[in-house]
């Protein structure tokens, strides 16, 4: 953990308390950088499984099940 100084939006930390109950600045503050780091971690999960499925052959696959089923394969 690490000490560090920062200006901070007081109507933002203050709407993030709210939904905290109970919730330390402190406490808000580390969840959000949590909650932004995990967001963008999965959008970046989503974009490579994008980028992968951009190669699949979902229509050949059908062809070969269909040709399987038939006892072609």
């Known amino acids: 953990m690490s ?3 920062i200006d901070l939006d007081d109507d933002a930390l ?3 308390l ?3 109950v109970g919730a330390t600045k402190k406490e808000v503050v580390n969840t ?3 909650e932004y780091a ?3 971690e999965r959008a970046a999960r989503r974009a ?3 980028q992968a499925a951009q190669e699949w052959d979902y ?3 059908q062809q070969l ?3 399987e089923k038939r006892g072609e394969g």
């Open 65 to 67: 099940q269909e040709a």
């Open 3 to 5: 000490v560090t100084t």
């Open 18 to 20: 709210r939904f905290s």
């Open 38 to 40: 995990e967001r963008h």
């Open 59 to 61: 229509e050949g696959r």
């Open 32 to 34: 959000a950088l949590r």
């Open 14 to 16: 203050a709407k993030a």
């Open 48 to 50: 490579r499984h994008f």
